[in-house]
């Protein structure tokens, strides 16, 4: 996917010390750009961490990709491994704020992506019904999904994954499917995000992640990396299925739904613009400090 790598493979889970310093050596030697290499090597083995904080559907994946050709990483089950945790430098996983405290991530370099809240969701009922995930019923419809409350996700419901989900990832209370979103917790993920060390956009999802390259000493993709799915000319395109089907149509019900769903995620999507947009005037003009302050 990405021509240029020069994969590292330090503080990891895998060989123990003596194989993480042969990876180390290796990669040294194979590298491309060893200056980037060696500013890896050191914010590994200093125990930097690196969290990124995936929302669905907001080009994680690819994210998660590029970073996987450059850091150990790791994926959190729904059982924290902490010794995993310590030995790997980039953490990913749909955690939530008030999770962070469950596995001593409070002070690791945190990134996230945003994603235009009702595109985001739409986005999810396809990609879910497409890829048939957790036995996805052909019968629900956009209508249905955006007013489900049945269990069709694991133990919960769609609740989590499409109700304001920006709100409820950065509030640091926990709030339960079902639960209603009160102004303290939107305020609250609004301070919150403004402490995130890099905010991208889905919309700006090229620049974004040679922006992101830049930041954690990434040799930037020469490749464009393609998302799980992409609109073009109201068809969707599932990548790992490759099926394809006609979007319904937003019809004013439908709407007033997605209004629903979205009403606070607006404002955290909105103000995210903003600090994203500060964030890119500081890289293009050379004043971006990078993860480890240079």
């Known amino acids: 996917m990405i021509e240029d790598t020069d994969s590292i493979a330090i503080y990891g889970e895998h060989g123990g010390y003596l194989g993480q310093f042969y990876f180390s050596f290796y990669d040294f030697f194979s590298s491309k750009d060893k200056n980037l290499f060696l500013k890896r090597l050191e914010l590994a083995h200093d125990k930097n961490k690196i969290l990124f904080i995936h929302l669905a559907k907001t080009a994680g994946s690819s994210i998660i990709n590029h970073f996987g050709e450059y850091y ?11 010794l995993a945790v310590e030995r790997n430098t980039f953490i990913r996983s ?16 945190k990134i996230t992506f945003f994603r235009n809240p009702k595109d985001r969701i739409i986005s999810l009922y396809y990609y879910s019904r497409y890829n048939n995930m957790h036995e996805f019923p052909d019968s629900l419809d956009l209508l249905g ?43 609250e993920a609004l301070k919150y995000i403004k402490t995130l060390d890099f905010i991208g956009i889905t919309e700006n999802f090229d620049e974004d992640l040679d922006r992101l390259s830049d930041y954690y000493y990434m040799p930037k993709p020469q490749k464009k990396i393609i998302a799980n799915s992409f609109k073009q000319n109201n068809i969707v395109y599932e990548k790992r299925t490759k099926k394809k089907m006609e979007r319904e149509a937003i019809a004013p019900e439908i709407e007033r739904e997605l209004d629903r769903l979205t009403k606070y995620d607006y404002i955290i999507y909105n103000a995210a613009k903003k600090i994203r947009d500060e964030q890119v005037k500081k890289w293009k003009a050379g004043e971006m400090k990078r993860a480890m302050g240079d």
């Open 145 to 187: 999904y955006l007013k489900s409350r049945n269990g069709f996700v694991g133990e919960g419901n769609f609740d989590f994954y499409i109700d304001n989900i920006y709100t409820r990832y950065f509030t640091s209370r926990n709030i339960k499917t079902g639960d209603e979103i009160r102004k303290s917790d939107v305020d």
């Open 72 to 82: 150990y990483s790791y994926h959190p089950p729904s059982l924290y491994s902490k």
């Open 94 to 109: 749909h955690v939530k704020r008030s999770s962070l405290e469950d596995f001593n991530l409070s002070d690791a370099s």
